[in-house]
């Protein structure tokens, strides 16, 4: 069974601040690991999708490490914004469904 | 804008009835998802489908049942309602592993 952690459970930071997200996971047997945003009581964004042979991807301020023999990824948020308070999942994906940690909750205060 | 909808976005509900989540999606997805959100906890699995005809169950035990009649269509549903089924529903879709996943905007069920 796919065990997801996800490090720090939460987190404060003043705007314009740079986040760092770290996930882990038990079972290196992934097809992809993709990370979700998720506001209070809403569903899940998609953010960023990387493929069991990549290493990374980017999207704006938006980058995420994979490193699958270990079973880690890390997210990273540049120069961050208010509107980036959120709950962030990291996923990794096997052949039939997503396993998924309790997510970290960033708030980016003004 | 998504291309996968749930109905209703709310909804309270007395004990004992019976309740059907909708769950549509216009991408032409094989792969559909069930998973359930106690507040401020983890997803859960509860359902999936592989296509037309397919159903299987998660790896959190549900009362819920689904069916597949339609590649679109996806509806979940609770028989008999209970308090304990009050929680967060996200239906999911995907074309392969290659394209990741596409969530719904959420059901959230209170039971009273």
């Known amino acids: 069974k796919q065990e997801v952690t996800q490090i720090p459970a939460a987190l404060s930071v003043p705007e314009g601040e740079n986040l760092v997200l770290n996930c882990s996971f038990t079972?290196?047997?992934?097809?992809?690991l993709q990370w979700f945003r998720q506001d209070p009581g809403k569903g899940l964004t998609s953010l960023l999708l990387?493929?069991?042979?990549?290493r990374e991807q980017t999207s704006g301020r938006l980058n995420a490490s994979l490193d699958k023999s270990s079973g880690r990824s890390t997210l990273y948020i540049a120069a961050s914004q208010p509107g980036d308070s959120a709950t962030y999942l990291c996923?990794?994906?096997?052949?039939?469904?997503?396993?998924f940690g309790a997510g970290t909750t960033v708030t980016v205060r003004a | 804008e998504a291309d996968i909808y749930q109905t209703p976005r709310y909804l309270v509900i007395g004990t004992g009835k019976k309740i059907t989540l909708e769950c549509s999606q216009t991408?032409?997805?094989?792969?559909m998802y069930w998973y359930q959100q106690d507040p401020g906890m983890e997803l859960h699995l509860i359902h999936y489908?592989?296509?037309?005809?397919?159903?299987e169950k998660g790896d959190l035990s549900s009362e819920s049942t689904v069916s597949r009649i339609r590649t679109e269509h996806f509806p979940l549903t609770l028989e008999s309602a209970r308090p304990s089924h009050t929680s967060q529903y996200l239906c999911?879709?995907?074309?392969?592993?290659?394209?990741?996943?596409?969530f719904g905007s959420g059901t959230r069920l209170t039971v009273v």
């Open positions: 999911a879709s995907s074309e392969t592993t290659v394209y990741g996943y596409t």
């Open positions: 079972d290196s047997a992934i097809y992809n």
């Open positions: 990387i493929q069991s042979s990549q």
């Open positions: 996923s990794p994906g096997n052949d039939y469904k997503l396993s």
């Open positions: 991408m032409g997805h094989d792969k």
């Open positions: 489908s592989y296509g037309v005809n397919s159903t």
